[in-house]
């Protein structure tokens, strides 16, 4: 998602005529606006990943709990039950984190 996430190119206009009701916003803060909207697209993408994560949370357990292994079941033992921990933990601060900025943007 940074410079180098999409193709870049520049694109000059020159004595093109735009009338004021097409401008977005006030005059010269076209830029402002175009952070603005990219601001919004970045937090539009870190929802969608947080949904992401939460999809594969259910799947791993889907899976684990159904995986029999040599010590009973995959999602019983310790060591995927502390792994699942610390991924819910992670996926939880993330949903506030971009809970948090969603408030502060809107």
Same mark, same amino acid.
């Given at each position: 998602?940074?410079?180098?996430?999409?193709?870049?190119?520049?694109?000059?206009?020159?004595?093109?005529? #735009?009338?004021?009701? !097409?401008?977005?916003? @006030?005059? !010269?803060?076209?830029?402002e606006? @175009?952070?603005?909207?990219?601001?919004?697209?970045r937090?539009?993408?870190?929802?969608? @990943?947080?949904?992401?994560m939460?999809?594969?949370?259910?799947?791993?357990?889907?899976?684990? @709990?159904?995986?029999?292994?040599?010590?009973?079941?995959?999602?019983?033992?310790?060591?995927?039950q502390?792994?699942? #921990?610390?991924?819910?933990?992670?996926?939880?601060?993330?949903e506030?984190? #971009?809970?948090?900025?969603?408030?502060?943007?809107g």
């Open positions: 998602m940074g410079m180098r996430g999409m193709v870049q190119n520049h694109m000059r206009l020159r004595s093109v005529h #735009v009338g004021t009701e !097409g401008l977005l916003g @006030s005059l !010269g803060a076209g830029i606006i @175009s952070q603005d909207t990219l601001s919004f697209a937090l539009n993408l870190a929802a969608k @990943s947080i949904g992401g939460k999809r594969c949370l259910q799947l791993v357990h889907r899976y684990s @709990s159904r995986r029999p292994i040599a010590t009973g079941m995959l999602w019983d033992n310790p060591v995927t502390s792994r699942i #921990v610390q991924l819910v933990f992670a996926v939880s601060v993330l506030a984190l #971009v809970g948090t900025i969603s408030n502060k943007l």
